[in-house]
């Protein structure tokens, strides 16, 4: 079996498709991409079992097969190679892969194709169109609030609840909690996912930044995302996502209204001086005024800075943690933002001060409990 490619367009497609791949797989074959060519297009594909990536390339070439070509191998040699065409000649009954360029040629070892495992089908599955911007940011927005901790699968990845009205996006640690919903995605059967971090961060890596459409198709075990040339498939995790809901809480009658990039700068410099195990920052709001001060009593560090601001309510003192601040405010990209309170032992509201019309983002923080509190 022999066939021509682009060197640059196969090691694009290939990076794209070499997340999948764990380092250290349960199957040693999974170390491998899986090529089938046919018909003049090459459709390779990666997997891990739990996640399956597969992309189409046009080649030169007539002939048809399959053969496991090893990942880190082929990609790092590609890495290392001007843009040209490379010849592929593959010995289907000795395994070996023969790679022909411009400058020499290099000889590697693939394996059986049959040892592969088989990507799973999405059948008698429910769909729903998503444009890959909007996608992007719903992903965006929620992928970091996912938990690491794999004693909590249910936290470690992102809640996808469809309706005939909206799809929300959701995710907590626990700690912190985000809600992304959109309006103008709707889905005529009410529907529930809960998708893993890996996949997320994958499509995150993969998706076009403009309107391309990505078709979703999913069942109670699996969830399959087709745009361009790329499809994924993901075994959706098989647990049930808290009652998010019912944890934000509704009376909030301290509003405050600053301008993300300014509370942000300051965050970042405060924190510097914050204890490096609870990463506390004590807000104190009066008036028009922010006060943001950290300390660390271990090394004698302390820091405050001052802010201006809007502000409704009474005055309140309330601790946080600084890095869950940051993270929030990073993956907003707002120019001003409200932050809804009620107590210093109540969790804190974060949303964009203006609303987009087909977009309600909200962010909730977990206090920390400030020593004149405790």
């Known amino acids: 079996m022999k066939f021509v490619v682009s060197s640059s367009s196969l090691l694009k497609q290939l990076t794209a498709l070499n997340g999948v791949i764990a380092s250290n797989p349960v199957v040693p074959i999974l170390e491998n991409f899986l090529f089938e060519v046919a018909d003049g297009k090459i459709v390779v594909c990666s997997s891990d079992l739990q996640t399956s990536m597969i992309t189409e390339i046009s080649v030169e070439g007539k002939d048809k097969g399959t053969i496991c070509v090893p990942a880190k191998i082929l990609i790092d040699t590609l890495k290392n190679l001007p843009e040209q065409p490379v010849t592929f000649t593959i010995d289907e009954d000795s395994y070996s892969v023969e790679i022909s360029s411009d400058n020499g040629r290099y000889k590697l070892s693939g394996e059986n194709a049959t040892d592969f495992p088989k990507v799973p089908a999405v059948k008698n599955g429910y769909a729903v169109d998503i444009s890959s911007e909007v996608l992007l940011r719903a992903i965006a ?3 970091f609030a996912t938990s690491t901790d794999d004693l909590k699968p249910q936290m470690t990845g992102v809640y996808l609840s469809l309706n ?7 995710a907590t640690d626990g700690h912190r909690l985000v809600r992304f919903r959109r309006v103008d995605i709707a889905s005529e059967t ?7 971090r890996k996949a997320l961060t994958l499509l ?3 998706l076009p930044s403009d309107n391309t459409l990505v078709k979703i198709e999913f069942n109670a075990s699996n969830a399959f995302f087709s745009f361009n040339n790329i499809k994924m498939i993901c075994r959706l995790i098989d647990e049930r996502f808290p009652d998010f809901e019912n944890a934000i809480p509704v009376n909030n009658p301290n509003k405050l209204t600053i301008n993300r990039i300014e509370f942000l700068n300051s965050l970042k410099r405060i924190s510097i001086y914050a204890n490096k195990t609870t990463h506390q920052v004590r807000l104190k709001i ?5 006060q943001i001060s950290a300390e660390d009593l271990d090394f004698s560090n302390e820091a405050n800075e001052r802010l201006a601001c809007e502000y409704e309510g009474e ?3 309330i601790g946080f943690n600084a890095k869950f601040l940051v993270e929030m405010l990073t993956n907003l990209d707002c120019e001003q933002i409200d932050i809804n309170m009620s107590q210093p032992n109540k969790a804190g509201l974060i949303s964009p001060h203006k609303k987009d019309t087909n977009e309600d983002v909200l962010m909730l923080v977990m206090p920390v409990m400030l020593n004149n509190y405790a």
């Open 286 to 290: 009066a008036g028009s005024e922010l």
């Open 204 to 206: 995150k890596g993969s």
């Open 190 to 196: 009410a529907n529930t996912l809960l998708l893993p």
């Open 164 to 170: 005939e009205t909206n799809a929300t996006f959701a």
């Open 315 to 317: 005055d309140l003192e």
């Open 141 to 143: 927005t929620t992928l």
